[in-house]
């Protein structure tokens, strides 16, 4: 998709090095990275510089050529592949496409891991791309039919990123909303801000705005009178890990989101490509909850007046604070799950039909 007008991918390689758009510093500075070691790797993705769920599991694929790059012997290659899985625990992406990169280097000789590497972290950029077009294809069925039965804008809640900036392309949860603003269906976006980082408003807004599509900034808590009020008519989120019972992990907020859909009975989709898909964990509480720096609670970063970034303290300066990044939607509130194979209902019964398994 585009910035400043020009088409990107989230992440590249190019001239030896990876190379990534830093997002903790949009949307007011737009800064190309080089990662070249697998420790710049580990780093980008624990600081956020890429982060959501699918764009994690192709740095981390990305990752391991860099470190074959350093040292081909196997005992690096394994501990940087654990650095690289735990760099974020809840994404379950991160350990997928680890997972994916090693099987495919056994038996191969050791002159050519890195080639070997490097293709499969390509190939896993390329598939993704593949399936976030497809789930842009699939939801938008789903906001063609509200827009014929309104013949109106169509209003739609978003929270965190799960736009492109969070995968390779097109992203998940607005790969439909793109879809339907090619398609000439007026929709506009109600962007979470999603605090404490405050993804939303920093990225999902950005990158609506460099593709034109009408959006506007929320509180976390604005959603539920939105919905009171009929101004929502459905809701789409990403997830870092959605369980084969169709449990769904996302973004903290998500949750009393989704709640406040079931309430107003306004449809929650939950957009996602089958590589967050973790078909071992049967029990939610299983999963392992993030838990960031309570800095990213108590200090704001900005842009003053005089257009210098300034980060600052919020919060009474002995105060305690609790950052848990992700929560968990259980699936009876989960009207449908948004796949590249098509849309299925979040249950044990609706993934397995849908993915053969
Ligand atoms: O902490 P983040 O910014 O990595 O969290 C991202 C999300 O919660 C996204 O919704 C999720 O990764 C889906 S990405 C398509």
Redesign the pocket.
């Known amino acids: 998709m585009r910035i400043l007008g020009k088409e990107y991918r989230t992440i590249w390689y190019e001239n030896d090095v990876v190379k990534i758009i830093d997002q903790t510093k949009l949307p007011h500075n737009f800064i190309i990275k080089n990662l070249e070691t697998v420790d710049h790797a580990v780093n980008a993705i624990k600081s ?1 510089e890429v ?4 764009l ?1 599991g192709a740095t981390a694929a990305y990752g391991i050529a860099l470190a074959i790059k350093e040292n081909n012997d196997l005992k690096f290659i394994k501990k940087s592949s654990e650095e690289l899985v735990n760099a974020r625990p809840t ?1 379950i992406n991160l350990q997928w496409a680890v997972h994916r990169i090693n099987n495919k280097l056994s038996f191969i000789k050791s002159e050519d891991l890195f080639d070997v590497a490097l293709k499969e972290a390509e190939e896993i950029c390329n598939e993704d791309i593949n399936f976030c077009k497809n789930i842009g294809l699939e939801g938008l069925k789903i906001i063609e039919k509200i827009y014929e039965e309104k013949k109106n804008t169509v209003n739609i809640l978003t929270h ?3 736009g492109w900036l ?2 390779i392309n097109w ?3 607005t790969s439909p909303i793109y879809h339907a603003h090619k398609k000439g269906i007026p929709v506009h976006v109600w962007v979470d801000e999603t605090r404490p ?1 405050n ?1 939303g408003a920093n990225l999902t807004s950005f990158e609506l705005n460099e593709e034109g599509i009408p959006n506007t900034i929320i509180t976390d808590n604005t959603g539920g009178i939105l919905m009171q009020r009929g101004e929502v008519d459905m809701c789409i ?4 890990r959605t369980l084969s019972t169709g449990d769904v992990c ?2 903290i907020g998500t949750y009393l989101k989704a709640l406040a859909a079931h309430d107003n009975n306004v449809p929650f989709y939950v957009a996602l490509p089958s590589s967050t898909i973790d078909w071992e964990t049967k029990d939610y509480n299983k999963i392992p909850i993030e838990e960031r720096n309570s800095e990213e609670l108590s200090h704001i970063e900005g842009k003053d007046e005089k257009n210098n970034i300034k980060k600052v303290l919020i919060y009474p300066e002995n105060s305690k604070s609790m950052n848990l ?2 929560d968990i939607t259980p699936a009876k509130y989960v009207t449908g799950l948004i796949t590249e194979k098509g849309i299925c209902q979040a249950s044990a019964v609706g993934l397995k039909q849908m993915f053969n398994r």
């Open positions: 956020m982060r959501g769920a699918p994690i994404a965190c990123n799960a969070a995968t992203g998940t949860a980082r993804q989120v990403g997830t870092d996302n973004k990044a992700f």
